[in-house]
């Protein structure tokens, strides 16, 4: 390669490894061999080896017999005759994808992040990247933990399958309107019966978790007859609508300095206690969102 840059060779035989970036400016001839075997980037990339100097140049593309070539590559070969002039790769590009259609982005068959944390959260990390590109600033999408002093869960006894349980705990998972558990708990009961007391209490914290994700909060503890709520630093709107709430009837609330409220449960029993709970936060999803609009 030294050599033929240096002009001590007049020719160059070589890999398609020359297409990455090799500058000569001294070569004015190209021969590809076989070149219905290429790709239409390929040969734009090779064939721009040659010519860039100013004297002219000329990329002789050898194929075997013309009956032989298949349709594709009879459209590549004409792609690349129609487009040789300079700024020509747009036009070779839209070409390209006509030719080779846009992808399996929604395909089995696709490979990379994209299949590894699924489309709608590769949709996501690109509209983040591309904020964060722009300065705009990104919306953290919240996650809240919901802890509940009671079992929930789908069990193998009501729902035998592995793969049909994995693919109800994905929906669960990104359910965001409560109107969505209903038919949920309606299409449970319809394939599988009666839902026992734990599928129960998992719908219940679903709905927990819908309530709290709208409400801007990250987390949510029930326990001991106490209800803690914590909101996210990032919706600090959040924690300042429930301040009435907590100055309406300091009996039953508290703030913290940091924004954590913290809620009494009067009623007896697990049950009753879930059930206030319930209506509490319902109450604080509605002052934080009257408030958000």
């Given at each position: 390669?030294a050599?033929?840059r ?9 890999t398609?490894?020359?297409?990455v970036g090799?500058?000569v400016?001294e070569?004015?001839?190209m ?6 075997r290429?790709g239409?980037?390929?040969?734009h ?9 100013e004297?002219q ?13 298949t ?5 590549r070969l004409?792609v690349l005759?129609?487009?040789?002039d300079l700024g020509?790769g747009?036009?070779i590009a ?7 259609g ?10 990379g992040?994209?299949?590894a944390v ?5 949709l996501q ?9 722009k300065?705009?600033p990104v919306a ?6 919901i ?5 929930a ?5 009501y729902v035998?399958?592995?793969d049909?349980r994995?693919t109800?705990?994905r929906r669960l998972a990104r359910i965001?309107?409560?109107?969505e ?5 309606r299409?449970?009961?319809?394939r599988f019966g009666?839902?026992?007391e ?5 719908l219940?914290?679903?709905m927990l978790?819908v309530?709290?994700r709208a409400?801007?909060?990250?987390r949510l503890d029930?326990?001991?007859r106490r209800?803690v709520?914590?909101?996210s630093?990032?919706?600090p709107?959040?924690a300042?609508?429930?301040v009435d709430l907590v ?6 609330y508290?703030m913290s300095?940091?924004g954590?409220?913290k809620?009494r ?5 697990t049950?009753g ?5 319930k209506?509490i ?13």
């Amino acid at each position: 390669m030294a050599d033929f840059r240096a002009g001590r060779l007049d020719v160059l035989v070589a890999t398609t490894v020359i297409e990455v970036g090799v500058d000569v400016p001294e070569a004015t001839v190209m021969v590809i061999l076989d070149a219905d075997r290429f790709g239409i980037a390929q040969l734009h990339q090779l064939r721009g080896r040659v010519g860039r100097a100013e004297e002219q140049a000329f990329a002789y593309l050898l194929v075997p017999d013309e009956g032989r070539l298949t349709a594709e590559a009879r459209k590549r070969l004409k792609v690349l005759m129609e487009h040789s002039d300079l700024g020509s790769g747009f036009q070779i590009a839209m070409s390209d994808l006509s030719i080779r259609g846009g992808g399996t982005i929604l395909g089995a068959s696709q490979s990379g992040h994209i299949a590894a944390v699924g489309y709608d959260m590769f949709l996501q990390l690109m509209e983040e990247a591309v904020a964060e590109l722009k300065g705009e600033p990104v919306a953290q999408p919240l996650d809240p933990e919901i802890n509940l002093p009671l079992s929930a869960y789908l069990s193998e006894a009501y729902v035998p399958d592995i793969d049909q349980r994995m693919t109800l705990y994905r929906r669960l998972a990104r359910i965001t309107e409560l109107s969505e558990i209903g038919d949920v708990r309606r299409e449970l009961n319809d394939r599988f019966g009666a839902l026992p007391e734990e599928a129960t209490n998992l719908l219940f914290k679903i709905m927990l978790k819908v309530l709290a994700r709208a409400s801007g909060m990250t987390r949510l503890d029930i326990k001991d007859r106490r209800m803690v709520m914590y909101f996210s630093e990032h919706r600090p709107h959040a924690a300042q609508a429930v301040v009435d709430l907590v100055l309406a009837d300091p009996e039953r609330y508290e703030m913290s300095p940091d924004g954590v409220v913290k809620a009494r449960l009067m009623q007896p029993g697990t049950l009753g206690q879930l059930a206030q709970a319930k209506n509490i936060l319902q109450a604080v999803y509605q002052r934080v969102n009257s408030q958000g609009n």
